[in-house]
């Protein structure tokens, strides 16, 4: 079965960076891209990029650009996010979830359990 | 602010029908499949209506989507006590070239 397991919680000081993995099993990694959402306590979903595993190319949310970067390892078909310069706004729960690239299919039809950055000085 | 404008709340008495609006604009709804998400309490979102109106296997047909223009509407029917939940819609959006949501519609059944 599908599965996108999240790397655990982390807390980091203002002005640091964070990485958080997302690793896919139960399906062909290239087959699907893996897109990163967010969500602050008590917010809506806030979508900040995807990624295409099998080329590595990406998009970024307008607000992330300049602090996001999506990359990948295909070897261990596993994910990752970079954020940086994080500030206390930053503090949410990060999933990784898959989008099928168009053409009516089921879009974010898989999500991690999500992973809580909190940034705090 | 969100792209995509939800009521923050919705409720209804078990076996009432409901439903939550989305509204976009012609870069995203407008030109673009809707998706709805579930999202319980303290778990991750789950896909619930995609391309407008399909449902994914395992979902019951009591809940069902559709879209006219720049807005978009889930329906759930027969109102259940574990249906409360938080409702996000999603459609891709070409004058931001990425996805956009909904700020979520929290659903109370009485």
């Known amino acids: 079965q599908v599965q996108l397991v999240q790397s655990g919680a982390e807390v980091k000081k203002p002005g640091a960076s964070v990485k958080v993995s997302c690793k896919a099993s139960g399906y062909t990694f290239s087959s699907h891209d893996i897109n990163w959402v967010r969500q602050a306590t008590g917010q809506g979903l806030e979508w900040m990029g995807w990624?295409?595993?099998?080329?590595?190319?990406?998009g970024y949310a307008q607000k992330f650009q300049g602090r996001v970067t999506m990359t990948r390892d295909t070897s261990i078909s596993t994910a990752y996010l970079d954020l940086s310069s994080l500030r206390s706004e930053d503090t949410a729960v990060y999933y990784c979830a898959r989008t099928c690239r168009g053409n009516g299919c089921a879009e974010f039809d898989f999500w991690g359990l999500g992973t809580l950055i909190t940034v705090s000085s | 602010q969100s792209v995509l404008t939800q009521p923050p709340s919705a409720s209804g008495t078990p076996g009432q029908r409901v439903t939550i609006s989305c509204s976009g604009s012609?870069?995203?709804?407008?030109?673009?499949?809707i998706y709805w998400y579930q999202q319980l309490p303290g778990t991750a979102p789950k896909l619930l209506i995609y391309a407008n109106n399909q449902r994914p296997s395992g979902v019951p047909d009591r809940f069902s989507g559709s879209k006219s223009g720049t807005s978009a509407s889930l329906a759930i029917s027969g109102l259940r006590s574990e249906d409360e939940a938080e409702y996000h819609c999603?459609?891709?959006?070409?004058?931001?070239?990425?996805?956009?949501f909904g700020g979520g519609t929290k659903l109370t059944v009485l």
């Open positions: 999603a459609a891709w959006d070409d004058s931001l070239s990425g996805w956009v």
């Open positions: 990624m295409n595993p099998n080329s590595g190319n990406t």
């Open positions: 012609s870069s995203n709804i407008g030109s673009h499949n």
